[in-house]
């Protein structure tokens, strides 16, 4: 069984940074992909970042302005998160993908989820 938890979320101004992180616990595979979503209040839950054998991908609308990186030693994902905008507030999950993937798993694919850390950026 795995457990993740995240943490680092908080409110900010826009153009403000944060870091989020998410620590798992149980077997992570350093091949499983691991994710970052986030879903805002009236709006499906999106991807933002993931990680998987191959490299990272980012939604569009973050390039440039969010990292994601990822220690396997620590079983610990990473988002670093600047130039923050107001349309970035959401919450955000971890996810666990728990088989090799090369591609970006949908959403349902994901087996493991966090509990979310709110993001919030005001104008």
């Known amino acids: 069984q795995v457990r993740l938890v995240e943490s680092g979320g908080g409110s900010v101004q826009a153009g403000g940074s944060l870091r989020l992180s998410c620590v798992a616990s149980g077997y992570i595979d350093p091949d499983y992909c691991m994710a970052w979503f986030r879903q805002a209040p009236g709006k499906e839950r999106e991807a933002v970042a993931d990680?998987?054998?191959?490299?990272?991908s980012y939604v569009d609308s973050v390039k440039g302005r969010f990292t994601l990186s990822r220690d396997n030693a620590k079983k610990t994902l990473y988002l670093e998160m600047n130039s923050l905008k107001p349309e970035d507030t959401a919450m955000y999950y971890c996810?666990?993908?728990?088989?090799?993937?090369?591609?970006?798993?949908?959403?349902?694919?994901?087996?493991?989820w966090g509990q979310g850390t709110q993001v919030t950026v005001s104008s």
């Open positions: 990680s998987r054998r191959g490299g990272i």
């Open positions: 996810a666990v993908y728990p088989y090799t993937c090369t591609g970006s798993p949908p959403p349902k694919e994901y087996k493991y």
